[in-house]
């Protein structure tokens, strides 16, 4: 955000007059604070950047002393007043995850990833209503699981995974996982014989067969 200070002064001669100030102790420059000010009318803008002012969870105080010149160099009184500028937690950012598919017996595994913009904010990952037999692992973002026959066939919904700062922010991200059909080989079950085999058997003479078989 932008602060803006407007000075206000008054000559008895009515001469033209111009601003002055100073800030202590003062603004970083750069990466820091942003002063913009304009001598002619006294307004001051100030615009605090997030990474070099300020560390997460503080705040920064600064002292501003105004006054004002006249044409001849005659010097107004100074006023002073405090700015305290406190600190803006920005939110980490997940890379997004989206739905995943599985199968039976086949491993699954995947790593949340997420960013924050403040550099000092520790990441730590969290994950909620996951399958039966899954883990996750809080540090690294890592999860593993590897579905079962008893889960084919099957949609995991409302799986939630979080990304949460060490100063209170978070990102969230709530995927499905599909467990597909398993291919099982089929599996003969009967031979049945429609003709009455004799032995030996004569060259150019039928056999009939009915083979019967299933597939999960």
Not at 15 to 35: D, I, N, R
Not at 43 to 69: E, Q, R
């Amino acid at each position: 955000d932008t602060l803006r200070i407007s000075f206000e002064a008054a000559d008895p001669e009515g001469e033209v007059f111009t601003y002055g100030y100073s800030v202590l102790p003062l603004f970083p420059k750069g990466s820091g604070v942003t002063e913009v000010f304009d001598p002619a009318t006294g307004i001051l803008s100030i615009t605090p950047d997030y990474d070099t002012i300020i560390h997460p969870g503080k705040k920064s105080d600064f002292t501003v002393t105004a006054w004002a010149t006249d044409a001849r160099g005659a010097k107004s009184n100074e006023v002073t007043f405090p700015i305290t500028i406190e600190d803006t937690n920005r939110l980490p950012a997940l890379t997004p995850i989206g739905n995943k598919s599985a199968t039976v017996g086949v491993p699954l595994e995947f790593t949340v990833v997420a960013t924050d913009p403040d550099a000092e904010d520790i990441l730590r990952y969290e994950a909620q209503f996951m399958p039966s037999g899954a883990t996750f692992d809080g540090t690294t973002g890592l999860f593993s699981w590897t579905p079962t026959e008893e889960q084919e066939k099957k949609v995991f919904t409302g799986v939630t995974f979080f990304a949460k700062g060490s100063h209170g922010g978070v990102d969230y991200e709530i995927i499905s996982i599909t467990v597909g059909d398993v291919n099982h080989p089929p599996d003969i079950t009967t031979i049945n014989c429609t003709t009455a085999l004799r032995f030996p058997a004569n060259e150019g003479s039928p056999i009939s067969l009915t083979v019967e078989a299933t597939d999960a």
